[in-house]
């Protein structure tokens, strides 16, 4: 009987060792990705592409809207770099795994035109409020998109790369593809409720399942269109509807965090159900 008390109990202490590490990223691999842009982006595996001037290519060029927030890709510690005429406004994020990311050409604008009239500073290249060497979260704002050092007048973008244990960038193309995009950003910890409308694909008593079309988050004012995620959120009351139905689903009024803006499995709970007729 002692031995299998002692078999009983060496087996549970490899069962939680065995959970812990598959909850903690191991130390110099890549984790899975918050992917870095919080909107609409275009982007290619354009790295080791032929630069005239310059190196291969040694990241991805994210294309998207200028002073658009960019985000921690992981959790760990941000360090600016405010004095390359090339990269200009730029971060480097410390990852909990080992792994450094780089931040390139991000906002000197301050207004939405191209006029070079800011700083290297929180605020305009940097997320308000923070400092350097602060810590982060993974999905917690650290910048604006924009196009300074030698994209000056191009499309405003962020170069982004990917060095594993600190080392050589390696192509961030697969961990971008394979990243988990926020539905909507919100500063972490502020108050928020979305209005989204879709299909159910499925409702019990206790969570609701929506493919998506459309997305609007209050109180930023921001939609977004031509979605394609499904989301399942929790029902604290079972709503009247069937699978099939197009419907808005409204959120109950919540704090921001990482899984409510990833939309995390019953991360958001219904308020209200408008069945379209």
Same mark, same amino acid.
């Given at each position: 009987?002692?031995?299998?008390?002692?078999?009983?109990?060496?087996?549970?202490?490899?069962?939680?060792?065995?959970?812990?590490?598959?909850?903690?990223?191991?130390?110099?691999?890549?984790?899975?990705?918050?992917?870095?842009?919080?909107?609409?982006?275009?982007?290619?595996?354009?790295?080791?592409?032929?630069?005239?001037?310059?190196?291969?290519?040694?990241?991805?060029?994210?294309?998207?809207?200028?002073?658009?927030?960019?985000?921690?890709?992981?959790?760990?510690?941000?360090?600016?770099?405010?004095?390359?005429?090339?990269?200009?406004?730029?971060?480097?994020?410390?990852?909990?795994?080992?792994?450094?990311?780089?931040?390139?050409?991000?906002?000197?604008?301050?207004?939405?035109?191209?006029?070079?009239?800011?700083?290297?500073?929180?605020?305009?290249?940097?997320?308000?409020?923070?400092?350097?060497?602060?810590?982060?979260?993974?999905?917690?704002?650290?910048?604006?998109?924009?196009?300074?050092?030698?994209?000056?007048?191009?499309?405003?973008?962020?170069?982004?790369?990917?060095?594993?244990?600190?080392?050589?960038?390696?192509?961030?193309?697969?961990? +971008? @593809? !394979?990243?988990?995009?926020?539905?909507?950003?919100?500063? #972490?910890?502020?108050?928020? /409720? *979305? %209005?989204?409308?879709?299909?159910?694909?499925?409702?019990?008593?206790?969570?609701?399942?929506?493919?998506?079309?459309? +997305? @609007? !988050?209050?109180?930023?004012?921001?939609?977004?269109?031509? #979605?394609?995620?499904?989301? /399942? *959120? %929790?029902?604290?009351?079972?709503?009247?509807?069937?699978?099939?139905?197009?419907?808005?689903?409204?959120?109950?009024?919540?704090? !921001?965090?990482?899984?409510?803006?990833?939309?995390?499995?019953?991360?958001?709970?219904?308020? *209200?159900?408008?069945?379209?007729?």
């Amino acid at each position: 009987m002692g031995h299998r008390v002692a078999l009983l109990v060496s087996l549970a202490l490899v069962l939680a060792a065995t959970a812990a590490s598959a909850a903690t990223p191991k130390k110099g691999a890549v984790p899975t990705l918050v992917f870095p842009v919080a909107g609409a982006t275009t982007y290619q595996d354009d790295f080791g592409d032929a630069r005239s001037d310059g190196p291969p290519h040694p990241g991805n060029d994210l294309l998207g809207t200028k002073k658009t927030p960019v985000v921690a890709a992981e959790s760990g510690t941000v360090k600016f770099w405010t004095t390359s005429a090339t990269a200009g406004c730029m971060l480097y994020l410390y990852g909990d795994s080992g792994t450094m990311y780089e931040y390139i050409h991000l906002n000197n604008d301050v207004t939405m035109r191209n006029d070079n009239r800011g700083k290297c500073v929180a605020g305009t290249a940097y997320a308000k409020g923070l400092k350097d060497g602060a810590r982060v979260t993974a999905g917690q704002q650290v910048g604006y998109l924009g196009d300074s050092g030698d994209a000056n007048g191009i499309h405003p973008h962020l170069h982004f790369e990917v060095h594993p244990k600190g080392g050589a960038a390696v192509d961030p193309f697969p961990y +971008l @593809q !394979a990243a988990e995009h926020l539905l909507f950003f919100a500063k #972490l910890g502020t108050p928020f /409720t *979305l %209005a989204l409308t879709g299909t159910v694909v499925s409702a019990t008593a206790s969570s609701l399942k929506l493919q998506l079309t459309t +997305l @609007q !988050a209050f109180p930023m004012n921001v939609k977004s269109k031509g #979605l394609t995620q499904t989301v /399942t *959120l %929790a029902t604290p009351q079972p709503a009247e509807v069937a699978a099939g139905d197009q419907a808005t689903v409204w959120t109950q009024p919540a704090l !921001a965090t990482l899984k409510s803006m990833l939309g995390a499995d019953n991360a958001l709970s219904v308020a *209200l159900v408008q069945v379209a007729p």
